[in-house]
């Protein structure tokens, strides 16, 4: 096979992006459009999900492993299986949920510190779309909110250190590919965080 | 005329008359004179047998007093021989008055003959003194069994565990004996003989509380000893029954002193009375003492029993010494040594769980709570049975003081104490032992081969001081200390959880997507990884299961949460994969390797550590 001077100059990297971030604010769909292009009609929550999807960085390939994980809260200790050598996590909201917003300061960087602590973090808000949905809007002025603006989402990008601040809507295919392209960026640099599965070393506890 | 011739005869008649009555004055004039001349005559002869008449009565008055003043003397020199027999007999206890009255006599005798001065009696008094020591000696003896009869030894525990005060002597005979007493106490140096009567009142009394008191002695060693539990119980020691009954014997007692023994005699003699019975309490106190020297960490709290009870009464103690008019060093020393042993409890319970790490101490084959975590606890709520006594003891000890070893830093406090409340410093003593304890148990853990074995260890035993840190010592601990538990709690429980991730990454598998699908049909390098997969994930999860079955966690919800934490991954992630890949045509004989349905995994998992239910 003939080479392709352009490409293929080094061997493809190997890179584990872990998809965080709470239940049902769209990582899924996310990974399904982006490997797939095909966004689910249904809701099914995830137990786990790996898959591995080349990408192409500045003629570099890139092996990306996606997982996928579970959002609800039960499933911490089963979450806590895809952590080991992340390079990048891909964390998650929904702008129609502030709640899911909120949980990345107070819930998602706490356990990222506890499992993955120093990995690099893609903020990434989900759902854009609902910010021009009148029914969306309409329900959430109901509770006396509106759907998260650009400027906090970027706000808590900020406040939490990440490395990029993205934006999408799977459901329109706005911003997906662009979003794994950064996060695919960003761990190329990046040197793999949490301690491997098969460790049977104790971790120590800062009492 | 007639009428003056008349008159003229009558003046004749009474002139006549005048001459007669003159005549016949005259004449009993002269008879007087006569009668006078008798009259003196007659007194001048009578006079001196009139005066020698009055000699002679006061002479027969005298002859006859004196005869009396000798019947009197000869009868005091009779008296030897009329009373002998009497006395000599003894008093008769029913009427002891007519003895009395002897003696009385007796005495009586004495002064009288004393007085006289007379050569002849000094032998009669000789006799009489001699007789009335006699006297004494029936009287000392019938004081002795009149004590003796009201000096039966008691029960004294009957009466104290019915709270009732002991009983003295009954009124009556109390009575006798105090009369006895003023009488003996009366006899002094004129007979040439003290009675000793207070020394027959002491070594009856002492006698008698001695033998009183003495099962309870017996006693107090004896519970100490042949008790049935291997540590020794809050107030199951005799000692403070005994306490209780010295107490409330002696206050009877001094009562008793009061009403018999002569006002100066009240205290010596009750002194030297409750001497021998004090004697041997704190001798009994002594034993016990040494006892607990020797075996501290089990018989300590006997200790603080009796220490409790000794400082409960030092009042009543102190009361005693003054009515006995005595400063008792023995009893202070008693609590000085007591208290010096339970002092040294302190920091030997530390090092006792710290030297235990370097012993080859057993450590439980299955993970269990480890016997050094439940006896170090036992002892700790223990301690909280005499918190005030404890809170006490650690002050005087200083704070930080029973950590031998300066080394760790965890242990160094301000020492000076100031400042310092007796529950802080008792916060700070059980927040040290526990740190002791979990450094032995760290230390201990790491004989184990297996990961898994020394978390489970560990989760065991954090979780046994956590629950009695919840249960027993929330007053006593600072809140932090319940926080650092429970994140050793969960360190381990997650340290033992990660465990089964080997077996469960198994089940984790890769979606490959080229060109924008993922691969629907497995090829044949696919159906192998599938095969690889329900293979080594049943041969994992079986190896495993085998092992950590004869795990044990005794606490059942500790037991709940561990088996719960486990299905929670492995039910989901092994559903999944069994769903995804058991339509899939990965094998022509998917029952080869796909061994179990997820109901009788879960079963399986559910009977984890089931050897440790009970």
Known sequence: MPCNPLFG???????????LGDGACGKTSLLNVFTRGYFPQIYEPTV????????????QQIELSLWDTAGQEEFDRLRSLSYADTHVVMLCFAVDNRDSLENIESKWIAEISEHCQGVKIVLVALKCDLREDINVVRNMQRYGERPVSYEEGLAVAQNINASRYLECSAKHNRGVREAFEQ????????????????????????? | ???????????????????????????????????????????????????????????AENIDRTRNGVLEIIGYFDLVEREEMMIKRGPNENDLESYLNSIGKCKKAIEVLSGMRLKSSEKV????????????????????????????????????????????????????LATLSSYLSSFGPEIGYNSDFVKVYIEVRSTYLTKSLKTLAQ??????????????????????????????????????????????????????????????????????????KKNMQTDVFLAFDMMESLNKNVGSFEEVFRL???????????????????????????????????????????????????????????LTDYQETVETMLLTLGDGNWNSSEKDANFSRDKTGRGVSGNVVIQHYFADVLESLSNTLDSRSKSYKKTALTCIFLLNNYHHILKSVRSQFYSVLDPDIERKYEKMVKKYNDGYQDTWKPCFSNLMDTTWVRGGSALKALGSNEKSIVK???????????ETYKVHKSYAIPDPDLRIQVIKDIKIVLMPVYNRFLEKYQQTEFSKNPTKYIRYDPQTLENMVNRLFDGSIY
């Open chain 1, 9 to 19: 100059k080094n061997k493809p990297l190997h890179r584990k992006l872990v998809v």
């Open chain 1, 48 to 59: 786990f999900e790996n898959y591995v999807h080349d990408i192409w960085i500045d003629n």
């Open chain 1, 183 to 207: 996060s695919a960026r960003v761990s190329i640099h990046a040197r793999p965080k949490g301690a491997p599965h098969d460790s049977n070393n104790v971790r120590c506890i800062i009492l």
């Open chain 2, 1 to 59: 005329m007639d009428r003056l011739d008349e008159e003229s005869a009558d003046l004749d008649f009474l002139e006549e008359n005048l001459k007669n009555t003159e005549a016949l004055t005259e004449k009993m004039t002269s008879m007087l004179n006569i009668f006078d001349d008798r009259l003196v005559r007659l007194e001048a002869s009578i006079l001196p047998i009139h005066k020698s008449t009055l000699t002679l009565t006061k002479l």
């Open chain 2, 125 to 176: 008094i000789g006799q009489l003194k001699q007789l009335l020591k006699a006297a004494i000696l029936k009287l000392e003896d019938l004081f002795r069994s009149w004590l003796t009869n009201r000096s039966n030894s008691i029960e004294p525990l009957s009466y104290i565990t019915k709270n009732l005060d002991i009983p003295g002597i009954p009124q009556g005979p109390l009575q006798n």
């Open chain 2, 219 to 292: 006693g107090s060693i004896s519970t100490a000893e042949k008790r049935s539990t291997p540590v020794y119980e809050k107030g199951t020691c005799g000692f403070n029954s005994y306490t209780d009954a010295i107490l409330k014997m002696f206050k009877t007692e001094y009562e008793i002193a009061e009403k018999i023994l002569p006002s100066e005699s009240v205290m010596p003699g009750y002194r030297d009375t409750i001497q021998i019975p004090l004697d041997n309490y704190v001798e009994t106190g002594r034993t016990l003492t040494n006892r607990i």
């Open chain 2, 324 to 382: 006995a008019g005595k400063k008792d060093s023995a009893y202070n020393e008693l609590l000085y040594s007591l208290r010096a042993v339970a002092l040294c409890s302190f920091p030997e319970f530390i090092d006792e769980i710290k030297n235990n790490r370097a012993k080859t101490m057993n450590i439980p084959s299955d993970g269990t709570i480890h016997e050094l975590t439940i006896t170090t606890l036992q002892h700790l709520k223990r």
């Open chain 2, 532 to 542: 690889e997969k329900f293979k080594n994930f049943n041969t994992e999860f079986e």
